[in-house]
């Protein structure tokens, strides 16, 4: 799909500040894919959609997630957790793209999960990364980037998961397991 027609899609579903986060995600993505040597198309088009379903009403989305089996866990954690499995759904059905890796790039880049590919990896940082974000830990996250994709994520899933236990709040349980499963292959930061 053209990166123009993608745009216009996605704005009609997002509010002007949404858009704005949508547009700086698609370009660190594709920045991202060409410096770890992922498909820069995919990346681009999977950021692009990555929010599609951001503003949904939550009983629409609780709806999907049952109607489609979704993780039935989902239902139990914060609601916006949501939009990424219902995004990628109503990418498919609504706008026709089948892509797997595009879809699953979508599906997890928010809570990430066990055996990310490269595609979903980039989705997920550029989404945390993205020169629009402003919150305590985003530069480090920003410059180990440039060191190594997986020292990255370590760090921004460590300091999301300190962030929301910080806020007595749950974290999803792939969150935790992505976290360990980074940690268990041997990429730590000091």
Do not use: C
């Not at 489609?68 to 109503?90: I, M, S, T």
């Not at 059905?93 to 797997?100: L, N, P, Y």
């Amino acid at each position: 799909m053209d990166r123009n027609k993608a745009l216009q899609i996605v704005k009609e579903q997002l509010t002007e500040k949404r858009y704005v986060h949508t547009v700086g995600v698609m370009e660190t993505a594709i920045e991202l894919a060409r410096m770890y040597g992922a498909d820069e198309k995919k990346a681009e088009i999977s950021a692009i959609f990555h929010d599609y379903a951001k503003f949904r009403p939550l009983d629409e989305m609780k709806r999907i997630i049952r109607d489609q089996h979704f993780d039935p866990r989902l239902l139990k954690f914060n609601p916006e957790l949501w939009h990424a499995p219902v995004g990628a759904y109503l990418v498919e059905k609504e706008v026709g793209i089948t892509d797997s890796e595009i879809l699953s790039g979508i599906r997890y880049h928010t809570s990430g999960r066990i055996g990310m590919s490269l595609l979903d990896k980039i989705i997920y940082l550029a989404d945390y990364i993205e020169p629009g974000r402003t919150f305590p830990g985003v530069e480090e996250a920003r410059q180990l980037a440039q060191e190594g994709l997986d020292k990255a994520i370590i760090y921004s899933v460590r300091n999301t998961i300190q962030h929301l236990l910080n806020r007595n709040q749950t974290v999803f349980p792939d969150t935790v397991d992505f976290y360990n499963d980074l940690l268990m292959k041997g990429e730590e930061i000091q």
